[in-house]
């Protein structure tokens, strides 16, 4: 069994910048990939950025690219989602997520466990 836990979520202004941590706990995080996911009020869970376990492998989404940064320490068992020039639309629920594989994916089926999520709001 895998259990996420997310933290660092908070109120910050436009433009601030923010880390969100996830610490997976259990035998299982060895060779899985992770991936960070945000849910707005009213609106589905959506796909942020997604790590492979070598770190080898990254995605983001449109929305985030240049301004998130996904990081992994294996050797910590940690994974990182730094926040760049904050805008009031990231305000959302914050979800860490592994799943079964090493390789990254975009899709929130194919992930297996997740967080109970942080809160980032972003204030205009």
């Known amino acids: 069994q895998v259990q996420l836990v997310e933290s660092g979520g908070g109120l910050v202004q436009a433009g601030g910048s923010l880390r969100l941590s996830c610490a997976p706990s259990?035998?299982?995080?060895?060779?899985?990939?992770m991936g960070w996911f945000r849910q707005a009020p009213g609106r589905e869970r959506e796909f942020v950025a997604a790590?492979?376990?070598?770190?080898?492998?990254?995605g983001y989404a449109d929305s985030v690219k240049d301004r998130f940064t996904i990081s992994r320490d294996n050797a910590k068992n940690m994974v990182y989602l730094q926040m760049n020039s904050l805008k009031p639309e990231d305000t959302a629920v914050y979800y860490c997520?592994?799943?079964?594989?090493?390789?990254?994916?975009?899709?929130?089926?194919?992930?297996?466990?997740w967080g109970q999520g942080t809160q980032l709001t972003v204030s205009s």
């Open positions: 259990g035998r299982t995080f060895t060779s899985r990939a």
């Open positions: 997520a592994a799943r079964s594989g090493s390789a990254i994916s975009s899709q929130l089926r194919s992930y297996d466990y």
């Open positions: 790590i492979s376990w070598s770190g080898a492998s990254i």
